[in-house]
């Protein structure tokens, strides 16, 4: 088969690899869309390689079934499904909570696993037994199912924020992480305000049904959501991107008894917090990573629904030959979200 083969830092190749095989309790689907992921980028330029190289990146995955190992059960040859991409153990203190993102043993596409950025990618029995092969009902493109996982990620940040209508939510970073928070908050029927420095993005945010849109290097951030919200703060900040600074200054704009989400961090950072501060104000922190299988097929259904639309998000599109270029165009920030697409996409109905 043909791959996006990471061999090193800055080293792709588009290269045949061999082809997986369906071990029993496995299967192998044939990629029909990968979602292009800014933290897959960021390691493919190097920052957090592997261990053990060369490796397959890629964990937003949606195709068809090509072959059903021994055991398996409720999917075909030919059935369109998307992959919920973490491997859990499902016996750990974490997985028995419900809470298989943080599961001890995780391994999971991409983490261990050859990924998505691959014609045929192996689905280990860990993913099926969680129930993470989710066959696709319905009417849904393979482009929409591969935005399941990011989307899941935001709805499992609204979850532990405890979002519910009527609040009002303030997202930091408008970049597609960001317009997916916008997306989740306003399905659960929230006032949303969106800040970035790009116009266009927070142009785009409007057009996706943000309240208000703030040029944080034009305007007085503090002094716009102040007013918004009357002086209040946000009931919920969501901050996706990993600035301590940014950070720092984000906590001051938080409403008394409100949640700050750290969604978005770089490693080996601090940032300053008031303990009085936190105290008085009674602010919960939370910071949330990946999802559960759970938000993943709820996700899956909401998209399936058009409960939330997703394909506006994608700017781009791109084959495993134009891989590069994909690159190229997340990291000088032309694309809102790319899709690596394998053959015709169409949408699959039953």
């Known amino acids: 088969m043909k791959a996006a083969v990471v061999y090193g830092e800055n080293d792709i190749r588009i290269e045949e690899y061999p082809d997986p095989v369906a071990e029993p309790g496995e299967v192998v689907v044939r990629t029909k869309a990968a979602g292009i992921c800014a933290k897959d980028v960021q390691t493919l330029l190097g920052a957090g390689l592997p261990e053990k190289l060369p490796a397959i990146l890629g964990h937003d995955l949606a195709g068809e079934i090509s072959a059903v190992g021994q055991g398996v059960q409720g999917v075909v040859v030919g059935d369109p499904v998307a992959v919920y991409p973490i491997a859990v153990c499902g016996k750990c203190r974490y997985c028995l909570q419900g809470r298989h993102n943080i599961c001890e043993a995780a391994s999971g596409l991409a983490h261990g696993l050859a990924g998505a950025y691959a014609e045929y990618v192996r689905v280990p029995k860990d993913i099926i037994t969680v129930g993470g092969l989710i066959k696709l009902d319905g009417e849904i493109s393979f482009e929409d199912a591969a935005l399941a996982e990011p989307l899941s990620c935001t709805f499992a940040a609204a979850r532990a924020n405890r979002i519910r209508g009527g609040q009002s939510i303030l997202i930091i970073g408008g970049g597609s992480v960001g317009l997916m928070h916008l997306k989740t908050a306003k399905w659960f029927g929230c006032e949303v305000i969106v800040a970035d420095l790009n116009d266009t993005r927070l142009a785009m945010a409007g057009q996706m049904g943000a309240d208000h849109q703030i040029n944080a290097a034009k305007d007085n951030l503090r002094d716009e959501v102040m007013r918004i919200t009357e002086g209040r703060g946000a009931d919920v900040v969501i901050i996706s991107i990993g600035i301590p600074d940014v950070i720092e200054d984000c906590l001051k704009l938080i409403a008394r008894g409100g949640v700050c989400n750290i969604f978005?961090?770089?490693?080996?950072?601090?940032?300053r917090i008031d303990p009085s501060w936190l105290h008085y104000q009674e602010v919960t922190l939370t910071g949330t990573y990946a999802s559960t299988p759970g938000d993943f097929k709820k996700c899956l259904q909401l998209i399936t629904e058009e409960a939330i639309i997703v394909s506006d998000l994608v700017?781009?599109?791109?084959?495993?030959?134009?891989?590069?270029?994909?690159?190229?165009?997340?990291?000088?920030?032309?694309?809102?979200?790319?899709?690596?697409?394998?053959?015709?996409m169409v949408s699959v109905s039953f």
């Open 315 to 344: 700017s781009h599109r791109f084959t495993l030959d134009s891989f590069h270029d994909a690159i190229a165009a997340s990291q000088n920030q032309e694309m809102v979200r790319g899709i690596i697409t394998f053959g015709e």
């Open 264 to 271: 978005g961090a770089s490693p080996d950072t601090e940032v």
